[in-house]
Every structure is written in C-alpha cells, then in structure tokens.
Nanobody, 120 residues
Framework: QLQASGGGLVEAGESLRLSCAAS???????MAWFRQAPGKGREFVAA???????TTGNSVKGRFTVSRANGENTIFLTMSALKPEDAAVYSC?????????????????WGQGTLVTVSS
C-alpha cells in the first residue's frame, strides 16, 4: 500500500514537500512520482531506487528533487519554484526491478494522489 501526503495550496514561487510511504512490503525496488493535471494525461515527475540513483522529468528538472533513503520504503519530492502549471494530483507509484522507467504502465503499484494547487 502506498500513501502519499503533503499536498496543499501554495503561491507561485513557493516550495512544497511531498512524501510517500509504502507498507506491506519488505523492500520496494523503485518508487516514483507521477502527476496529472485536469484534462491532461499522466506525466512522469521523478523516480528513485535509493543509493543515490534517481531520475527526474524534463519539465521539473532543476526545480524538483526526489530523495529516498537507502533501504527505506519512503520517497520524498521537494518542489521548489512552483509554477501554476505544476498544479496537479501527484501520485506515488512503485515497481519491482532495477530499471527506472518514466512510463506509468511500467508501475503496477499505485497509491491515492495528493493535490497540489499553485496560485499565480
């Protein structure tokens, strides 16, 4: 089970930190963040394996940071310099295996999302 939290309403330029905790498993190889804005498709945001291995989507690169402590089933997304276009439901996903995929279909495990609203 994946549980995301930390969403809320912020003003443009501000920061927000999301977290996602997984339960029911000893180890999860890859944990990831996706987002979906109203009327748009799901977009890859970031993914992390631990041990400093991670990747972020092009639209958030340089502004968002993903982190995950080695051996921990918790992933964080620190979002800085937020823009109105970052507003979306952010969902946590997970997959087994060593490869970091940006395709949501590669992630069989999903939690409920947390809403991020950015006012201009």
């Amino acid at each position: 089970q994946l549980q995301a939290s930390g969403g809320g309403l912020v003003e443009a330029g501000e920061s927000l930190r999301l977290s996602c905790a997984a339960s029911g498993r000893t180890v999860i190889d890859v944990m990831a963040w996706f987002r979906q804005a109203p009327g748009k498709g799901r977009e890859f945001v970031a993914a992390a394996k631990g041990r400093g291995v991670y990747t972020t989507g092009n639209s958030v690169k340089g502004r968002f940071t993903v982190s995950r402590a080695n051996g921990e089933n918790t992933i964080f997304l620190t979002m800085s310099a937020l823009k109105p276009e970052d507003a979306a439901v952010y969902s946590c996903a997970a997959r087994d295996g060593s490869v970091l995929y940006t395709d949501d279909s590669r992630h069989p495990y999903w939690g409920q999302g947390t809403l991020v609203t950015v006012s201009s």
